[in-house]
């Protein structure tokens, strides 16, 4: 079963940046999306960021042009570059990955632990 192992969270002050890791372990399968959640205290749980196995990337609205999102495929690792960070994206980082073992063939869709971010004022 592939687990999803998350770094980089902590605490940044406003303007600030931080870098997300998520590596996934295991053998026999592929990844198509992985992406970025986050859940703030007392909100929903939204999108921040997705990326497909061709490079192809998604962002929220709130964060696109301070986010970027990238990853490597050889290392099944996805990244999140959080630049001039806000106090409002102080959350609960979740990495996802859209999974597809090989035997049996079937996907699933699978997350990591999360890992906090905080930024102060």
């Known amino acids: 079963q592939v687990q999803l192992v998350e770094s980089g969270g902590g605490l940044v002050q406003a303007g600030g940046s931080l870098r997300l890791s998520c590596a996934a372990s295991?053998?026999?399968?592929?990844?198509?999306?992985m992406g970025w959640s986050r859940r703030a205290p007392g909100k929903q749980h939204d999108l921040v960021a997705a990326?497909?196995?061709?490079?192809?990337?998604n962002y929220a609205d709130s964060v696109k042009g301070r986010f970027t999102i990238s990853r490597d495929n050889a290392k099944n690792t996805v990244y999140l570059q959080m630049n001039s960070l806000k106090p409002e994206d102080t959350a609960v980082y979740y990495c996802?990955?859209?999974?597809?073992?090989?035997?049996?063939?079937?996907?699933?869709?699978?997350w990591g632990q999360g890992t906090q971010v905080t930024v102060s004022s």
């Open positions: 996802h990955a859209d999974i597809r073992y090989y035997s049996p063939g079937y996907s699933v869709t699978t």
């Open positions: 295991g053998s026999g399968f592929s990844i198509n999306v």
């Open positions: 990326i497909t196995s061709g490079g192809s990337t």
